[in-house]
Nanobody
Framework: QVQLVESGGGLVQPGGSLRLVCAASGSISGIVAMGWHRQAPEKQRELVAT???????NYADSVKGRFTISIDNGKNTVSLQMNSLKPEDTAVYYC?????????????WGQGTQVTVSS
């Protein structure tokens, strides 16, 4: 079992910045990748960014050049630096972790943190 706790959400004006942090605990030795997804009202959850333990990253086209994902293996955290925020970035942001235990792969999710971009 892996537990994920997100922090750093809030209200920000368009053009502003926020930094989300996700702390992992539990059976963290099996984590192979972590990421962020988001879900806006009445929309499906979508991928924002992912990062492997070795640092390979992947971003949604809508956030490339504005968001940066990073991982701190020593602290078992993954962060999402969000710059030049737009109203359409408003959503609940969820951290997730992909864990391999033997031959079994499991994806764990955090509870989510609200990000609101509004003037």
């Amino acid at each position: 079992q892996v537990q994920l706790v997100e922090s750093g959400g809030g209200l920000v004006q368009p053009g502003g910045s926020l930094r989300l942090v996700c702390a992992a605990s539990g059976s963290i030795s099996g984590i192979v990748a972590m990421g962020w997804h988001r879900q806006a009202p009445e929309k499906q959850r979508e991928l924002v960014a992912t990062i492997t333990k070795t640092g390979s990253t992947n971003y949604a086209d809508s956030v490339k050049g504005r968001f940066t994902i990073s991982i701190d293996n020593g602290k078992n955290t993954v962060s999402l630096q969000m710059n030049s925020l737009k109203p359409e970035d408003t959503a609940v942001y969820y951290c997730d972790a992909g864990v391999i235990d033997g031959s079994k792969f499991t994806n764990y999710w955090g509870q989510g943190t609200q990000v609101t971009v509004s003037s």
